[in-house]
């Protein structure tokens, strides 16, 4: 999720030119006015000429950035759960150690569920919410648990499938809370001691790490 400790830095990204600038600062502000949208009126009244009178963007330009209305929805979610992800990455000491890491985000995603639980329904009722979802958090959670298998902290038969199963299982799981099949207020922490069991983690260290302290946002 964070790059390893002693890891070479990534190369300097190539400036982009200012039509590259231009062409991301107008899809940022379509996102940014979609999401004002939503949050007023829902998806059902999400209208393509609102987001881009919100956006000052024209209505013609719109399909340069996303072929549909659904598409632009897809993209919304997917970079909220990319910004949930990078507050948890910043905030989490990873000392060398992916085990809080692991635990923080998936605590923290299971809980969207209980504490934004009209985000996390509009998370789930996506036609490929797995897709979506995955597609967030995959990266960093593939780094994460490799990590985590490379130094020994983490115990998997296959790498993609840990990630997989674990991803579709968090999604399951908030679509069964928003959908009131399961009640238990615990789930987040619960499940969280699952993963970390899953990986290998040892039972008291899980339990421990998964009712730890969520860390704190910054000031």
Avoid: C, W
């Avoid at 999720?1 to 002693?6: E, Y």
């Avoid at 963007?57 to 990319?82: P, Q």
Wanted: proline share 6%; no cysteine; hydrophobic share 45%.
């Amino acid at each position: 999720m964070a790059r390893a400790p002693g890891a070479p830095s990534p190369s300097p990204a190539t400036p982009l030119s200012r039509t590259a600038r231009r062409k991301a600062e107008a899809r940022r502000r379509l996102l940014d006015a979609g999401r004002i949208v939503i949050g007023e009126r829902g998806v059902a009244g999400l209208r393509i000429t609102d987001v881009t009178e919100r956006a000052d963007v024209a209505l013609g330009s719109f399909y340069n950035h996303f072929e549909s209305k659904e598409a632009l929805v897809d993209e919304i979610v997917r970079d909220s759960l990319g910004e949930i992800l990078s507050s948890i990455l910043e905030r989490t000491p990873l000392d060398g150690d992916p085990a809080p890491i692991v635990a923080a985000s998936t605590r923290r995603f299971v809980g969207l569920a209980l504490e934004q639980p009209d985000f996390a329904r509009l998370v789930v009722s996506l036609d490929h919410a797995d897709s979506v979802f995955m597609d967030a958090i995959e990266p960093a959670a593939r780094d994460a648990i490799g990590q985590g298998v490379e130094s020994g902290r983490f115990s998997v038969v296959d790498l993609d499938t840990a990630v997989i199963t674990l991803a579709a299982g968090a999604v399951a799981l908030i679509r069964a809370i928003v959908e009131g099949r399961h009640d238990v207020t615990d789930a987040p922490r619960l499940y969280t001691e699952q993963v970390l069991l899953t990986l290998g983690v040892d039972a008291d260290e899980a339990a421990a790490l998964a009712a730890a302290p969520m860390p704190a946002a910054p000031g």
